[in-house]
């Protein structure tokens, strides 16, 4: 066993990508330096031909890498920033994700799009701390929330080998996080399925990326009075609905966490599809970031409106009542 | 050169069978069978013709929403390209696409693209590709006067100026973009945009199906020999509509006069009038018969089957769930 980190586990990733299959490559801005620490190693590795440095052209780098992937490339995209998904919002929903369809299958765009440091990253305030992993769901477009490195490592094997557009937002609340691995641990996970981080009788928590150790922490302090169980879907969309249904049908009680705003975020998803399909004893709840939030500098105030942990202890417990 | 674009003749009757395709859809908008109505492409031809005469049967093209011109000019089936208008299973796209997303990767046409200048970056990964591979290919991505606006595109000239890719950027200039005319929504010019990028660029009688072509040689050859982009801004008008709604909405923007101008420069008389009466007839007729098989074909093709309407929505064959539970 060695201790791994959720950077380097994305990186191994990269690495053994484009080490396989010399259709993969990687584009995005500072990446041959490897700024995010996702690409160090990897321009000395293979070159500046597969590890390449764009301009700051998001737009048009995310719509050459689809056209690129009409010719039969895999590239993957860094972003430094989860908002320049808003940017690239028309290239990836509008562009990427449309092509199978309105070409009448004659086409697929199987392309990555890598978000390190998703979410809040305390004190860059505003435009650096979004995390719009609802919105790629609510289009459509695969979208990926790993909490864990050996999971970061094996979604994004599944997102570069499959066949459509893939976000994979990799959180900055998660990126600390360390597994004791071995070299047999690292493997695809296929997207579309969950995780039972920890097995429970009374309540099922959802929860996605950094929020997945928020909801462990939970069930931890918890533990003497109420059994959580901690359901990770690991992708939001698509969403492992027949899981969450074993789930709930032994705990009956559902509180989701989601570090999306509340409007038609993908807690609110979650709670309306186990209200249509499945059976609860109690009302479900859920914590979430407020409606329109924009995340203040201060750090007062950036936490005070992140879901976290004593909001999640009281959900849990007003679910037991 | 593609499929049979070589004599005079060739560049004649290939314009002559967008003319009457045009012609024939906007009958068929009329009578209901193509909903949605569509953007003409009369008045334009030479430029598709005159640049797909350029390029070889593996390279390739995106297009734009007024498309129709170009996939027929690079090869495309008419009678797959109608049957996708009329929305039938066999049209190019399955009936998915409609006119404005026209797709017929056999024979090199990656997309038209319904949002002003989105192709042009698509274009670019397309030829960054072709580079990487050694395949030689170049690939022509055409646009509007009103595309020359779209951030994207100028994002785009600088990528393939920067990694001196196999790009044919090709302006049709028909002197508006919807209402607006080309004077009042352009600073500066398609040119200028270009050379600032050092992209070599030239303007072209866009209505001169042999000057379109001799350009696009140019052009296409230098992007063989691994020298980079070029632009051509093709000066030309678009005779009818900017979409056929202004058949029922009228908009004035432009006068008859200009309208009738421009009409005595028809792309198809000046072509016409290098090949001898008699062949341009035998042509026509030719033509008029492949067009109405082509109505024939896509009239009597089957319906999509509304079961169908999620399917390919997702390359890896996932389903989505229906809207209702
Ligand atoms: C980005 C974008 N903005 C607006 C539209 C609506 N629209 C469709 S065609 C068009 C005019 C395009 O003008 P131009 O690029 O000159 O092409 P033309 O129609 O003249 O062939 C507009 C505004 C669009 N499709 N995409
Ligand atoms: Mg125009």
Redesign the pocket.
Known sequence: MTKLSYTKALNRALGDELERDPAVCVLGEDIGAGIAQLTLGLLDRFGPDRVVDTPLSEQAFTSMATGAALCGLRPVIEFQIPSLLFLTFEQIANQAHKMSLMTGGQVSVPVTYVVPGSGSREGWAGQHSDHPYSLFAHVGVKTVVPATPVDAYGLLVSAIRDADPVVVFAPAGAMGIRDDVDASMLAPVPLGQARIHRAGSDVTVVAVGHLVHTALAVAAELAGEISVEVFDPRTVYPFDWAALAESVGKTGRLVVIDDSNRTCGFAGEVLATVAEEMRLIAPPKRVTRPDGAVLPFALELDRAIQPGREQLVAAVRTVMK | MTDGLHTPADLYRRMRLIRGFEELALRLVKSGEIVGGI?PYIGEEAVAVGVCAALADHDLITS???GHGHVLAKGSDPSRMLAELAGRETGLNRGRGGSMHAADVAVGILGAN?????AAPIAVGAAWAAQRSGSGKVVATF?????LN?GVLLEALNLAALWQLPVLFVC???G???TMP?ATGVAGNAVGRAEAFGIPAVTVDGMDVEVVRDAAVLAADRARRAEGPALIEAMTY?FGP?HTMEFRIRLSYRTQEEIDEWRRRDPLDIQGGRIAAGQRARLDAEIAEILAEAERFALASPRPDPAGALDYLYASGMVARGGVA
């Open positions: 953007h734009t929403h007024r319904a949002i002003v200048g989105a646009f509007g006067d009103g595309g779209q049709e200039n028909n508006y973009a919807t080309t678009r900017h």
